[in-house]
């Protein structure tokens, strides 16, 4: 027997988007790599020290700089002539109940969605 879901039951659109953009963004060893780097750390690092410490090219670690930065995991910071990289800690708090939320584990405030 197939069990129907109304539409109040799904994860609000946008919400499911936003999580889907994030997840996509760390589909990738290098860029969980880079955030896990910059996580760790909790300094803000060149691409030059990223670039060192993960030993790929400066211009495919900018590139994964791009996509984390596009969903806000990694913050830019202008600094003179480069930029600096850190890691949002705001997304360190929502990611996980972000990922409970997706494999229908209850949040500690239902009917609130994180970030």
Request: hydrophobic share 45%.
């Amino acid at each position: 027997m197939m069990l129907e879901m109304s539409m109040e039951e799904l994860l609000d659109r946008e919400v499911a988007q936003r999580y889907a953009s994030w997840f996509r963004a760390l589909a990738d060893p290098t860029r969980i790599q880079i955030a896990e780097l910059l996580a760790r750390r909790r300094e803000p690092m060149s691409v030059g020290q990223i670039t060192a410490a993960v030993g790929m090219a400066q211009s495919t670690v900018s590139q994964h700089l791009k996509i984390l930065a596009e969903v806000r995991f990694v913050l830019v910071e202008p600094s003179g002539n480069a930029n600096l990289y850190r890691i949002n800690d705001k997304c360190l708090e929502c990611f996980p109940t972000a990922a409970d939320v997706v494999m229908g584990r209850p949040v500690a405030s239902p009917g609130q969605t994180p970030c």
